[in-house]
Structure formats: structure tokens, C-alpha cells
């Protein structure tokens, strides 16, 4: 799964980028100083892996991950060409997930490329270029589906009143994600990979001062954005910077302890990025590894097993599953059993976040 990083240039996306992934995007302050893509896996944070390797004692502990892209700054007549418009629009479209870099912070060394800080317009600003393109997507669509509608398709008629609803949507400068859709209606919309249908969270980038207030500019983007189904959360980038460069725990503790943090940010946003993507987390554990495992909310344990390996879901007979919680208060999987909280579940099953299991299969 693969997160977008977006936002005008100069707003901390690059330096965003560097303080969540081991893979060092180039950072300066002048526009267009991310051409191609950063691709970076990020490691979701999670103290139930630590728990699990304290009584376990595994030889490895493998945590899940995401993938992070920081994509170039979008400018306005992206969606034309500008800049490098098609090209960084392609980017986004290959991700999951938007992560939308707002800067929210004054500081008259890093420049604007409107020459003011104002999240509001910035946002605008990028929404209308995704919009535009979106809008080119649906209409090209639309173009095909009137010829067969002609004929009097049924399937046809119904796309094309819903493609006819979705330009409406957009030429009012709404974004598609908030385009109320039938499970049938989503699935097509789904085939469009549109890039305002992909949800997205908001990054309020702020000043160290504002890391646990806020400011009047975060307030601004919350009133703007609480109609969206969309995450928003603050961070002072620059700071987390400084954060992640720190090696030793303690001095990283401290640091946050100066500004009123209880861990750093980007932990916070990681872990946001996951929730956006609708993941959960499953666990194996033994005495070669302990391991989370990324699986969709609502998958069933065939599915879930699928995520090891394919031989899993199509030879799948059961899953023997032990609940996070009763397996951190019996200390160990024999313990469990022996307490009979261990569960053997069938196909049917839709697996928990936090569940350990142990699956069964033949192939």
C-alpha cells in the first residue's frame, strides 16, 4: 500500500519525507527540488510487537509497513502541464492514499511561490488541479458509454447518469471522495482510479512554538475540511526533523518532553496513514520470528492468510487464533491453551486487529 506525499512546493513535504523514511529526499528551499518520486517503507509503530518479543524472544521481529511517495510540488495549471504537471498527476495516481502537506507555519526564510502563507488557497489550489484532471478522466469516459447508451443499454443508461452526476459533483468543486455512491455505483467509480476519490489527510506543517496548540492557520484548514471524510493532524516538520536525527533514546524523549510531546509526530502520522488505508494488524509468533501482518478491515481469515502466501488462502482449513490481550495476560501460547482461550476459527471468520494466529492449510 502506498501513501502519496502532495503539497505545493516549498511546504515540507521533502523534509517530511526524510523524517519518516530511512530514504534521504533531497530538501532545499527553492521550488522543484523533488523531480522524480521518493519511495521510501516506513515501519508502522506498534508496542504490541515489543510486548510479543518479550515473551516470545523471537531470533527477528518483522513490523508491518507502508510505503511512502514523496511526489514533486503540484503548481497551478498542473493539470495542463505546468511545471511537470502530467507527470507528478501520474505519481499520484499510483498511490492509495493522499498525505496533503499544508504549511501552516510564517517564517520569511523559506519562500512561497504565492508569496503569502494561506493553507486555505494552498489546498484550493492543488484540489482544483486533481479536480480538472479528474474531470478529463470522467468526461472521456462518459464519451464512450453515450454511444452504447444510445442502443438503450440499461448498464449503460445507469453509467451514464452516474458519470453525468459525478461531472456535477466536481464542476462544483467538491472532490469525488465525497460523492455519495451505491456499492455498484463505487466500484465503477473504483475503475477510474480518480484522484479525488483517494482518501486523504491533511498535514498541518506548524512552527515548534504551535506543535501541541495549533494555530489560527490550523484552525482555518479543520473548519475548511470537516465536511470531507478526511484525517487532519499538526506536526512542526522541521522539528521532527531535528527529532528523527537524534540516535539515542533518552535525548529523543527529552527534546519531546521540551515541547509538550509524548512521542514524535510523524509515529502519529504513520500510524494515521495506516487508519486511512483501512489496514489492521495481525501477528505470528514463534521462536524464529515475531511478525505483524497488514490485512484489510473486514478481511476473512482465508483472506488474511493469503497475505503469507497464496498457498495459505487456497489450501486454508482453520486458523487458531489467540486475542492480543489474553495472550499478553497468559504470558505464553501454551499457557493459553492450557486456560482454553484458544479459539479455532473456519473460513467464516473475520479477523481482529491484534489477533495471533496460527493458520492451518494443505495444498
Known amino acids: 500500500m502506498k501513501c502519496g506525499i502532495v503539497g505545493l512546493p516549498n511546504v515540507g513535504k521533502s523534509t517530511l519525507f526524510n523524517c519518516l523514511s530511512s530514504a534521504k529526499a533531497q530538501a532545499a528551499n527553492f521550488p522543484f527540488c523533488t523531480i522524480e518520486p521518493n519511495l521510501g517503507t516506513v515501519n508502522v509503530p506498534d508496542q504490541r510487537l ?70 486555505i488557497r494552498d489546498r484550493e ?34 453509467e451514464q447518469d452516474l458519470l453525468e452526476r459525478c461531472i456535477e459533483h466536481v464542476e462544483k468543486g467538491a472532490s469525488i471522495r465525497s460523492f455519495e455512491a451505491s456499492a455498484a455505483e463505487a466500484t465503477i467509480i473504483e475503475e477510474m482510479q480518480l484522484l479525488t476519490a483517494k482518501p486523504v489527510l491533511y498535514v498541518c506543517n506548524v512552527s515548534e512554538s504551535d506543535a ?32 528523527a536525527e537524534l540516535e539515542d533514546y533518552e535525548e529523543k524523549q527529552l527534546f519531546l518532553d ?49 497475505v503469507i502466501h497464496s498457498d495459505f488462502e487456497k489450501g486454508f482449513i ?6 492480543f490481550e489474553e495472550y499478553k495476560t497468559y504470558g505464553s501460547e501454551s499457557a493459553v491453551r492450557e486456560a482454553g482461550k484458544l479459539r479455532v476459527e473456519g473460513k467464516e471468520y473475520r479477523v481482529q486487529d491484534g489477533d495471533v494466529i496460527h493458520f492451518r492449510f494443505n495444498v
Open 125 to 158: 489550489t492543488i484540489d482544483f488541479e486533481l479536480q480538472i484532471k479528474d474531470l478529463e478522466t470522467i468526461e472521456k469516459r462518459l464519451e464512450k458509454v453515450r454511444k452504447t447508451a444510445k442502443s438503450g443499454n440499461k448498464e449503460a443508461l445507469k
Open 212 to 243: 501541541v496548540s495549533g494555530n489560527e492557520h490550523v484552525e482555518r484548514v479543520r473548519e475548511a475540511v470537516q465536511s470531507e471524510d478526511a484525517g487532519l493532524i499538526m506536526l512542526a516538520v522541521a522539528t521532527e526533523s531535528d527529532i
Open 50 to 119: 515489543q510486548v510479543l518479543e518479550d515473551l516470545v524472544h523471537p531470533e527477528k521481529v518483522i513490523p508491518a509497513t507502508v510505503e511512502i511517495v514523496d511526489i514533486a510540488g503540484l503548481v497551478k495549471g498542473a493539470s495542463k502541464g505546468e511545471g511537470l504537471g502530467n507527470q507528478f498527476l501520474g505519481n499520484i495516481r499510483e498511490t492509495h492514499a493522499i498525505i496533503h502537506v499544508l504549511r501552516c507555519f510564517e517564517n520569511d526564510n523559506v519562500t512561497h511561490v504565492d508569496g503569502s502563507v494561506d493553507p
Open 258 to 306: 521540551e515541547i509538550g510531546l509524548e512521542e514524535p509526530g510523524v509515529n502519529r502520522l504513520i500510524r494515521a496513514a495506516y487508519d486511512l488505508l483501512d489496514l489492521q494488524t495481525y501477528f505470528t509468533a514463534g521462536e524464529k520470528e515475531v511478525r505483524a501482518w497488514t490485512f484489510p478491515v473486514g478481511s476473512l481469515a482465508p483472506q488474511a492468510a493469503g
Open 318 to 323: 482453520r486458523a487458531e487464533v489467540i486475542s
